[in-house]
């Protein structure tokens, strides 16, 4: 069966679902109802529409740090996400999993912190699947700093030497954390892939509908026993996790660099210590990084959800777009009343 046609207002609804959840989170997170870190996909959302709107009941889907959007592009309900994401009773495990352990069986659909684990878990669906759920397939999402970990790409190899059903979907938005991926990573992460054997093709996370038709031809060949990579460039205005200090500083130089440096220049001038170069050069260091940020920040492509927006006639895009938030902002109060939170959701 070949993959379905593509719907520009079922993909706007899935991209508009996923932004609306995305805000929620970092709404729940400033309140402080959020425990740890918040790695949100806001930017991301066409990147995992445009696969996730190919997938069918019994597809599985393997993620790492940003689960979110998958979740909710598989049709999760969003009051039990954002509960859990809190440590609720009501969330989808009790409160026990948080954002970063969101698992769903009846997809299936797992999540997991340790960077590169996507690959190993997508392919054991896929062996699984062999038995349990013929003719299904399994894709894994990650980023770009994941395909530089051994276990991804043991993945890779056992996929193609297989025939494993895996769609490998990198999700490349250029950093891991606060390092520059192209400074750490050898050689080009499509043709690494090709080597592999992988089919590989390329798709402009700006754009939804791209990845959609990219991704289906690529699926049809996964669902054959071909597995696959395909790489997304994506652009996350929020950085690395809710609160990055280096957007912070980027965003707001005075107001947030103030306390951030206020010791800086002084411990770096200072006279006495052996290391004073070695303290400029940290100076220089995080300057430098600061220029690299603000310049790829300048390049990124359109945004997603503005795209899949105007994709559609004005009256139908406003039309879904307050269903969408309609639904996000009920489940948002829902979730601030349940965990004992007093203020208003916006
Ligand atoms: C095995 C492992 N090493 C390091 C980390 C710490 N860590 C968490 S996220 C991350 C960066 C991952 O970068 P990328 O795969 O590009 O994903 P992104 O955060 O950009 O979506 C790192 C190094 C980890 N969780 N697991
Ligand atoms: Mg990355």
Redesign the pocket.
Known sequence: MRTSAYDPARAFQAVARMRYTERALAELWQHGLVPGEL?LGIG?EAAVAGVVLHLRPGDATAT???STTVLVGRGVPVEPLLRECTGDRGGLHQGHGGHMHLFVPELPSSSD?????AGPFACGYALAAQTLRPETVSVAF??????N?GMLLESWNLAVAWRLPVLFVC???G???T?R?AEVTGGDLRARAAGFGLATAEADGGDVGEVFRRAGTLLDGVRAGRAAFLRVRVH?PQG?FLGDPMLRLLDHPVRAGRPMTAGLPGAATHPSGGARAERLRGLGIVSARLGTLAASRLRHRGDPFAAARSALPAGEAARIDQEVRDEVVAALRRTIAATGGTEAAR
Do not use: C, L, P, Y
């Open positions: 790695h991301e790492d740090h940003r912190g340790i960077v590169g684990s990650f980023g770009e700093g994941a395909a970990q999700k490349d938005n950093w891991a954390i390092t991926s996350r690395h």
